[in-house]
């Protein structure tokens, strides 16, 4: 699969997030905790997500997988518990849209990684995955993941 790059610019995004270092194994059930806890918790404040639900890879140890899930929000929310408010910040960042299974995904990283380096840029480690559909509602759907890599300029 051919992978469309672009470079996008952002301002600070507020968010509502859960974190963990987990295996790889563990990570639906993580999820499925994490977003809906937070939709609990902005149902309680009587708020609404700014936006699709995301997460964050600080590293990519599949036994010890340390990842960050949330909702961006529109404003600074308070956390609650094991929710906290967060941010995504503002900055340079690598993008493509992967179609297909979660664990068929490397291709893109790879293909964000190579776009990086050879267009001068150096990818800071970190990697958000936005989840733009949810394919578990019709097997028919195929998953729309964003791929998002914050880079600086080498």
């Known amino acids: 699969m051919e992978y469309e790059i672009n470079l996008k610019k952002t301002v600070r995004q507020p968010t509502l997030t859960m974190r963990a270092v987990q295996p790889i194994g563990e990570l639906p059930a993580f999820f ?49 518990g094991e929710i906290q408010a967060s941010e995504i910040p503002g900055g340079e960042y690598i993008c493509t849209v992967h179609v297909g299974p979660y664990d068929s995904m490397e291709p893109a990283y790879d293909a964000l990684t190579k776009w990086a380096w050879d267009n001068g840029y150096t990818p800071l480690g970190i990697a958000y995955e936005y989840y733009l559909n949810d394919p578990g509602e019709d097997a028919s759907v195929e998953a729309l993941t964003e791929i998002r890599f914050p880079v600086r300029k080498s």
């Open 32 to 80: 499925g905790k994490a977003f809906g806890g937070i939709m609990q918790h902005l149902q309680d404040l009587g708020k609404q997500p700014g936006g699709m639900p995301f997460g964050i890879y600080y590293n990519l140890d599949m036994q010890a997988l340390d990842v960050e899930a949330g909702f961006p929000v529109l404003e600074d929310l308070p956390g609650k």
